[in-house]
């Protein structure tokens, strides 16, 4: 379809259909090609009915809130428009259609350049592109007759109201950031305004001076955070105690959670039991009365799919022999939590149809990128069974990465050098095959097809990685989180389109990045994907943390697990505020709390600490803390001050290495922990 009839089709079923009825508004968006404001790549969706994103995080708004924004300001032609939020200049186009002179206002200086070029070569000549804090007006050019704000902020922005005509029309999304209303306020008199609701949307922020906070801007100059003492007695009121995990009534968390799609569990450490004991009870309780379809944990898909078997109660499949988890950091899958967890959900699945009870079965998977070997095993092992001739020449392909087996980055740092040529090609050539063949392949099994075009992404954005590693941050860290929420993506559509998941990853990598430094040296996370995919009703981030105790963890990479102490919080971190509120274990609501300055107190940036796999407590201020604003990164935190390791269970080798399928099938129940 042309583009022409692409916009009469638009006209009549997203504006005529739900009541725009201004001719001339109508008018204006039969003129305007929404394609020519659009990224390149999502042209072809021009005309959906839906926000786009554009270039810095933000979007094209929905033609229909447009029409709605724009017919409220009653236009005649005639008249002088300010809009705030440029944007892509979309809108602005539309105005141009409408007014006289439309002056438009951007606070990302980048869009601002692109809209004025794409405004000016389409011949847009009558809008005039400003950057800077829109909700402080334009004065130079006021009064105006309208105003239309095109992102939502806390309230009407005062600066606005005052640059509007007497009788001239503002409309503006107020409320918080989640949802907001289109609000129209009309200036009747000079100090005497109307204000209407005209319906609810759902904008990106205004952030300004009579805005939302740049959250940037405080990361990076940030305002002095009050004494930890005074933030402490506040937490001490608000916060929900925890007595013993087991007992815990994790009711009211379950209620925040509400329908979120995505629960994410962090921690603040790879090797604290607490963590896992209190994300294993709040997983319990989802799986068993709230429907959750899978758990999804920071460990490589291969082991994880071992695990998985062993859950269902599935007969162990045929696949490449190896030890799940027994490469570095064995301890943080195989400790007796995690055998508990396990198992319970084993007997949670017995009772899954055919066991007579409750209809739904329980996946266990791993999201992370690090099983390069183990996943071409995989794969070769799959296309064996199912096509010998693609095995032969995948296993051809595949063996040029053969002799890194030992040392995957060294083949990154080779093929960097000029001194190996990358398997990129090769890598992506199989996955692509593979998906190819899916009908094909997946008629006769589709769960095992699943898993092994799940092993060939692995291998394929491992190969990726590992070349990425030695361009340093962001881009290898921004590569495996998107691999990890990709996969998360594509266990949430495998499993259905109203299934749900619940992911254990650190909170490093669930809280949201751009609330913390990472996001200024161009890091994102799983927990800032999820939120843009899924929403804040969509997402429900849980942060974990602890002041002082044990902690199992090594003291450089690949060297052996110890049991280290703690030390205890940095004065100027959020762990000292909370360690002193005095209340040894709590849950702490952040989204909405009883008191909202607790939010606010927890925004102000402070120091946090991550405790990875190593742990380095002679230099614990350089190696483990980090600015974050933690009311931004988190829903809700949970906080146990003093805490403990997590036990290991003994190393792999010391077990019997069990070699075919029918020893696999005569396992004990404790497979593949093997107990
Ligand atoms: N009207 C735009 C279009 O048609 O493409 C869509 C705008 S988008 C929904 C909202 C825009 O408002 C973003 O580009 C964002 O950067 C901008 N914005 C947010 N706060 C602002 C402020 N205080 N001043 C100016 N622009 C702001």
Redesign the pocket.
Known sequence: MISEQKRDDMVTTQLESRGIADPRVLEAFQDVARED?VPESLREFAYKDS?LP?E?E????QPYI?ALTVEALSLRGHERVL????????????LSRLAAEVY?????AS?AES?TERLGRLGYENVHVHT?????GWAEHAPYDAI?V??G?PEVPEALVSQLKLGGRLVVPVGPETQQVLVRVTRTGTHDFHREELTSVR??????????PDQQQILRAPPKPSPSASVARLVREVAEPIGDIDSDSVRPLLARIGDARVVLLGEATHGTSEFYRMRARISRELIEHHGFDFVAVEADWPDAARIDNYVLGDPIRQGPEFEPFSRFPSWMWRNTDVVEFTSWLRKFNAHAPGHGGHGRRVGFHGLDLYSLFTSIAAVLHYLDDVDSTAARAARNRYAALTPWQRDPAEYGRAVLVGAYESSEKAVVSILRELLERRIEYARKDGERFFDAAQNARVVANAERYYRAMYYGSPSSWNLRDSHMFDTLEALLGFYGPDSRGIVWEHNSHVGNALATEMSLRGEHNVGQLCRAKYGDDGTYIVGFGTDHGTVAAASDWEEPMQIFEVRPSHPESYERVFHESGVAAFRLPLRAPKRAAVRDELSAPRLERAIGVVYRPDTELLSHYFQASLAQQFDELIWFDRTTAVEPLAPAQDRRVVRTATQRAELPDTYPFGL
């Not at 800077?132 to 402080?136: I, P, S, V």
């Open positions: 404001f926000p554009i810095n933000q979007t094209i708004s447009v809009e705030v939020g440029t944007g892509s200049g979309y809108a602005a186009a539309i438009t206002v951007e606070r990302i869009l809209a800077g804090d829109g909700t402080l239309a095109a992102a902020g904008f990106v922020p205004l952030i300004g001076k009579q805005g939302w």
